[in-house]
């Protein structure tokens, strides 16, 4: 388990280095870093100044082993157009976007489940077919316009929620969160449906297939056979085997949820990372843009590598296999 573990960890560092690389490249091919700190009449002395001052004169080598030695403390410079430290940036937005994709994802996982457990059970019923339509609904629509849409029925038609923004937060040290205030729930419902309807249909589907595959062996034959109740048939051992490549795919899609919550942000406009990232781009501030590639791959590889080890813990079978020689 351990010698697992130490592989996993080798596999994500070789990762985050490749992804280092292609951040390192955006300074050096996305735009000059001096044009954009520094204004149109500005002298060719005082750029060269600018240039010598950031090291940019120096071997690609000493730039990209000093710029991962500060990237590995979470110093990533300093921003073009905010001129502030990008950490502080990120520190500042790094908590609405978590309490987003947590909310997110413990919704997805929630009504995906229950809906994937009972579409199997009773998959010829009306509730069933009525959860496959809306499975297929929120695979086929695009994020932003389910945003668009609940916007204008829960905003502009009815004017029960709150159409962007975060509302009042509150401030527990450096974390700031809304959800001890009224306004700050209220202005989380709709964007954590945006970006969890997706993962939520894919759990459902997913849960649903494993549910159908297991009710199906011959375990649950025999403990039919043996006279076991049917709750614990479908609750005590197929749900439990069922949840195991839950695991896998929940995890994955909590990282996928922080990665692409930039969609959901920007019709919200909410105060998270995706929507910093957006303005980076929009603004050309190649930090910013660095740092938060840098910053949802460990994100990525941290979550990624607590699912394989996660997975070992939970399946048995897998858990030996790993242990076994080679």
Sequence with gaps: MLAFTLRRAIQAIGVMIAVGIISFSMFRFVGDPVSQI??????AAERAEIRQSLGLDDPVAVQFLRYF?????????????????????????????????????ILALVFGILMGVYSALRRDTLLAKLFQAVSLIGISLPTFLIGILL???????????P????????????????????????????????????????????????????????????ARARGLTTRAIHFGHALKNTLVPVITVAGLQFGSVI??????????????????FVQAV?????????????????IFVTINLAVDVLYTVVDPRLRATVGRPA
């Design 38 to 43: 520094v204004s149109i009449d500005t002298s």
């Design 69 to 105: 030695a500060n990237a590995a403390q979470f110093k990533f410079g300093v921003s073009y157009q905010f001129r502030l430290p990008v950490a502080d940036l990120l520190k500042e937005r790094m908590p609405a976007t978590l309490e987003l994709a947590t909310c997110a994802t």
């Design 151 to 161: 916007i204008y029925l829960f905003s502009v038609t009815l004017g029960w929620l």
């Design 163 to 222: 159409s962007f923004g975060r509302g009042d937060v509150v401030r527990l040290g450096w974390w700031t969160t809304g959800l001890l205030t009224v306004s700050g729930l209220k202005a989380l419902i709709m964007p954590s449906i945006t970006l969890g309807l997706f993962q939520m249909t894919l759990i459902m589907r997913l849960v649903r297939a494993e549910m159908l595959e297991v009710l199906r062996t011959d375990y649950i034959r025999f």
């Design 282 to 298: 929009q603004n050309v501030d190649i930090p910013i843009m660095a740092a938060y590639l840098l910053m949802v791959s460990l």
């Design 259 to 276: 990665a692409f919550a930039i969609i959901t942000e920007t019709v919200f406009q909410w105060p998270g990372m995706g929507l910093l």
